[in-house]
C-alpha cells in the first residue's frame, strides 16, 4: 500500500512512529506497507484520521485526498 508509505513520509514519520501510533510492531506496520497482511478496519480508521484522509483514499479507491466532511 503504497499510499501509506507515501502519506508518512510526507509528513517525515518513521515506520515505528505509526506503529506505535496502532500499538503494532514495526514490523507488521512494514508489512502493512508492503501489502503483505491486510489492514484490520480499526487501524484503517486511525491511519486516515492521523494522515487526514479517507479510507477510500488509503484503499485505492478515490484519487481524492482529501477527507469526506465530517458529521
Known amino acids: 500500500m503504497l499510499r501509506i508509505r507515501d502519506l508518512r513520509e510526507d509528513k517525515d514519520l518513521l515506520q515505528k512512529d505509526?506503529?506505535?501510533?496502532?500499538?503494532?510492531?514495526?514490523?507488521?506496520?512494514s508489512k502493512y506497507e508492503l501489502g503483505k497482511i491486510n489492514i484490520p478496519i480499526n487501524a484503517l480508521k486511525k491511519l486516515a484520521l492521523f494522515?487526514?484522509?479517507?479510507i477510500d483514499y488509503l484503499l485505492g479507491l478515490t484519487d481524492e485526498q482529501k477527507p469526506y466532511p465530517r458529521i
Open 18 to 29: 505509526i506503529a506505535e501510533l496502532l500499538n503494532i510492531s514495526q514490523t507488521n506496520y
Open 51 to 54: 494522515l487526514d484522509t479517507s
